[in-house]
């Protein structure tokens, strides 16, 4: 009930391209659905977050899909770039405490030029 | 505004040997939270402070402590240290307020600690 299931574990998307991670919840209590993005020898930076009463929410080239009766999320990165290479997180939060936040394993993205 | 730092950025260390680890919050920040990360087990909440409390313990061994300061800073203490503690452990800070909705979680470049 606590996981938080992310796939693919790997990517490898071409330059252009759009590249699409997606997550599935089973605790509906969960509030709150963070990606965060990763780099080599960096601590996670949160990248968007969506709130579940919107289905969908766009930050420049990076947008998150919601389908709240499905339990799912996905993050879609258009026109992927060599620097978007990256591992990426979602996540899954109830209330205001970090003890609450569930991480998905997370997925490596390599943009090849 | 400084980001959160910690230090140091690798460590090296012994079975049996204890060690600490500090973070520096961003300036204001009064939830400072930590983060153990591994490639098998991802990432996975270790303690949650404010205003010197700890709020929240995750579930890991009596061997892993921490505390914060005054300042807001904050440190852990791994004691007896096994093989099995090898990771990136991460220092999160966020401007929470008590009763508050959830805030964006601000993390340091972590401290890379390795036991042999």
């Known amino acids: 009930q606590q996981q938080v299931k992310q796939s693919p574990q790997s990517l490898i998307v071409q330059k252009g391209g759009i590249s699409i991670i997606n997550c599935a919840y089973e605790?509906?209590?969960?509030?709150?659905f963070p990606w965060y993005q990763q780099f080599p020898g960096k601590g996670p930076a949160l990248l968007i977050a969506?709130?579940?009463?919107?289905s969908e929410k766009k930050e420049g080239r990076f947008t998150i899909s919601f389908n709240k009766s499905a339990k799912q999320f996905s993050l879609h990165i258009m026109d992927s770039q060599p620097g978007d290479s990256a591992t990426y997180f979602c996540?899954?939060?109830?209330?205001?405490?970090?003890?609450?936040?569930?991480f998905g394993s997370g997925t490596r993205l390599s943009i090849r030029p | 505004k400084a980001g959160v730092t910690q230090t140091p950025r690798y460590l090296i260390k012994t079975r049996g040997q204890q060690v600490t680890l500090s973070c520096s919050p961003i300036?204001?920040?009064?939830?400072v939270s930590w983060y153990q990360q591994t490639p098998g087990q991802g990432l996975q909440f270790l303690f949650e402070?404010?205003?010197?409390?700890?709020?929240n313990k995750g579930n890991f061994p009596g061997r892993f402590s921490g505390r914060q300061f005054s300042n807001s800073r904050s440190e852990m203490n791994v004691s007896t240290l096994e093989l099995g503690d090898s990771a990136l452990y991460l220092c999160?800070?966020?401007?929470?307020?008590?009763?508050?909705?959830?805030?964006?979680?601000?993390f340091g470049p972590g401290t890379r600690l390795t036991v042999l």
């Open positions: 999160a800070s966020s401007s929470l307020t008590r009763g508050g909705s959830y805030n964006e979680q601000f």
């Open positions: 605790n509906t209590a969960f509030d709150y």
């Open positions: 969506i709130r579940p009463d919107v």
């Open positions: 996540a899954a939060s109830r209330g205001s405490s970090a003890s609450k936040i569930i």
């Open positions: 300036s204001g920040h009064r939830s």
């Open positions: 402070y404010f205003s010197e409390t700890q709020r």
